[in-house]
């Protein structure tokens, strides 16, 4: 007789990021089925959500908007601060699926709640058009840096059921628990590295063409 257990864990990232245009919360991400198999264990596909926030800089002038930037953007850990930050909140859940001598996980399911926070320009009737132009310029190659990010994380959360499923089944559930803690913490963490090496190839979306003034 098999016993079905449910367990929750989440981790927690950050990473420094430059500014993304929208508002409000939306579906990131899209998959085929929400419930499929492997090897005779059901796999749920994950949920991702996204979040923006904005401050608000106001102002007619290049270096009024940076200054205002530069003294509400976030401070990061390594003393500086950026225009935006992107955080993610990795939560995933699953069964215990127990029998006399094993235990293995089943619909283990992963949820991602990701926050954007970023300037907002709000303009008036006295804004040089050449400043508009360069700060639309300017937003649209950050959107273009984060759509990598984002990415990276909805591509990191796709892989964690699979990875789980191929898990084999443990002596006890605690062993199992560890197992699947370990396993997500490596995932989570290869993505903060993976991170760090996208945001140091693209000098935080500089290279990409976010730069201002």
């Known amino acids: 007789m098999f016993l079905k257990q449910a367990i929750v864990i989440s981790l927690l990232y950050l990473t420094a990021l430059p500014a993304f245009a929208g508002d409000g919360r939306i ?73 006399s001598q094993s235990c293995s996980a089943e619909a283990f399911q992963a949820t991602a709640e990701i926050t954007i926070r970023y300037p907002k320009w709000v303009r008036n009737e006295d804004a040089p058009q050449e400043l508009a132009d360069k700060w639309d310029g300017y937003l649209a190659s950050l959107i273009e840096h984060e759509k990598g990010r984002r990415d990276m994380v909805v591509e990191a959360v796709e892989d964690l059921p699979l990875a789980v499923a191929q898990l084999p089944a443990a002596p006890t559930c605690a062993e199992l628990d560890q197992r699947v803690r370990s396993l997500c913490h490596e995932r989570m963490a290869r993505l903060n590295d993976d991170a760090k090496e996208y945001d140091a190839a693209t000098l935080h979306g500089a290279e990409q063409g976010a730069i201002f003034p």
């Open 27 to 99: 579906e990131i991400a899209s998959v085929d089925r929400d419930i499929y198999r492997h090897q005779e264990r059901i796999v749920l596909a994950p949920a991702v959500r996204e979040k923006h926030e904005v401050y608000e800089i106001k102002g007619c002038g290049e270096k009024e908007l940076r200054d205002q930037m530069t003294r509400q953007g976030t401070a990061w850990s390594d003393g500086k601060k950026y225009d935006s930050v992107t955080s993610w909140h990795v939560t995933w859940d699953y069964e215990h699926e127990r029998s």
